[in-house]
C-alpha cells in the first residue's frame, strides 16, 4: 500500500483511463490536459523550417518537460518525431510511437542501436535528454548532471542541427534530499526516480 501510493498508483491510473485511446503526441496533450498544465515557449522564431533536427533540452522535471518537448514539437513539425528515453518508460505503451529506448542499467542492445542508428537518418524530428537522468541540486544549483556527448557525433555524422532547448523548472526540495542521501549512501537503486510521478502530480 505504501508504495502504490509512493508511485501514484491511483493518479496514474486515472490519468491512463481518461486518455484511453490516445497515442502518441494526443496522448501527451491529453495528459497535460488533465493535468491542467500549460507552458509558454520563447524563441520559437529561430527554430528552423526543416525538421532533420535533434532537440537537446535539460530535464529539470523528469516527466511533465518530456510531455511538453512531444507536443510543443509535433505542433511544430508534424507527427512522427522519436524521442531517446531510459528504457523503463516503455511501459508507458501510448508512447510506443515516439519512445526509442536506451537501456541505462544494463547492457544495450545491437537492435536498439540500429533503431537509433535508422531515427537518426531519417527526416523526422528527434528529441534527447542529454543527461539521461534529470536534474539534480549540486553545489546548491538545480541542473543537470553531465551531458552524453553521444549525440553531438550522431548528428555530425547524419547532417541535424541540434536545437539547444532550456527549461525552467524544478521538482520539490524532497526530491533532492533523496536523491542526495542516495548518493551519499552509494545506492545504486534510483530511489528518486521512484518519486517522479508524485513530483508530476504536485
Known sequence: SWLENAICQDQINEGLRVTRGMRDAEFCRGILEFLNVSYTVEGAENLPSDGRIIVASNHPMGGLDGMMLIDYFTQVYGEGLRFIVNDLLMALEPLHGVFLPINKHGKQSREAFNRIDEAMSSDKPMLIFPAG??????????????????FI??????????????????????????????????????????????????
Open 133 to 150: 537522468l534529470c536534474s539534480r541540486k549540486i553545489d546548491g544549483k538545480i541542473q543537470d548532471l553531465e551531458w552524453s556527448k553521444a
Open 153 to 202: 557525433k550522431k548528428s555530425r555524422d547524419t547532417g541535424r542541427d541540434i536545437i539547444p532547448v532550456h527549461f525552467e523548472g524544478e521538482n520539490s526540495k524532497r526530491f533532492y534530499r533523496i536523491a542526495s542521501w542516495q548518493k551519499k549512501l552509494g545506492l545504486k537503486f534510483n530511489i528518486a526516480m521512484m518519486f517522479l510521478p508524485d513530483e508530476m502530480y504536485k
